[in-house]
């Protein structure tokens, strides 16, 4: 449960506005090699540099699964409070209403896990014994109890992280990019700093008539790529260039693909990081999913020599992804634009 005080609850309300339904473009992971893969190539492209934004169909994890993660952890949230505080390790795993380091608040509690490279999700980050376990097998044979959570999770974060790495190629080749992994190795590596993070927004309080509340506030994700999911329920709106905030219409088949900090470095600003916030306005609980793909810590990022064209001039200077992280970690509130710091 997220409970806040008054203040609180007055520091985090919106004036209630109705933003108009974004267009997200639709990218077929599934096209056939050839003209139709070409086109969805393009397609991704073009939806990068315009809203860093779009959805994916023919993603191939199946929605079966994504069904019983979101089962699974809606009955996560439904625990004792003390329960969930107690259920997840440190730095990183439980809590509630304040997101990052510099004092944002939010209607909104997550699970903020690291994921290997393989999609497993390391004990130091969730205590199993803690988290809604299933009992120890009844003779004993297992020392640890199952967790199904937590096996589905892993599931679920190698599927999506897999998929990641296909949007990641496609990319590459509408890019013109070669070798084919030229981005995806980032997030493929066994050292890349890949994250997942399980949001729950409960349904908002009784307010003053028509006010909605700040869910997660207004950012740009660091990292490469975010792949989010959510449990159908509106709340997640895409900033346009010039700033107009559009509601992301919910999709219960697709996922959404976000361009992150890091891939608009790559690409010297092709692409761009879209700036999202998440609002409460409904009476419905809303459960999101969301991959990070993040590079190791001690990859260099800079342009990729192969889009700034001859002569071209880098707009960042070069800086690792461990570099970056900490810049985020310092106190940053989420609305701060980290990436001027590094701009050339
Ligand atoms: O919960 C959502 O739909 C989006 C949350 C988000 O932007 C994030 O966790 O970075
Ligand atoms: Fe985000």
Sequence with gaps: MVVLAKAELEQIALPAAQPPLAHVRAVDLSAAPGAARAAAARALVSACEEQGFFRVTGHGVPLELVRAVEAAAAGFFALPQAEKEAGAGRPVGYASKRIGTGGDLGWIEYLLLSVTSAGALPAASFAASTLPCAAAAADGS????????????????AAVRRMACGVLELMAEGLGLGPADAISRLVADADSDNMLRVNHYPPRPELQHGSLLTGFGEHTDPQIISVLRSNGTSGLEIAARDGAWASVPPDADSFFINVGDALQVLTNGRFRSVKHRVVVSSERS????IFFGGPPPGQRLAPLRQLMGDGGRSRYREFTWKEYKSSTHRGSRLVDDRLCRFEN
């Design 286 to 289: 809303r459960v999101s999913m």
């Design 142 to 157: 297992r020392s640890e109890p199952s967790c199904p959570l937590r096996e589905l999770l892993e599931e679920y974060a």
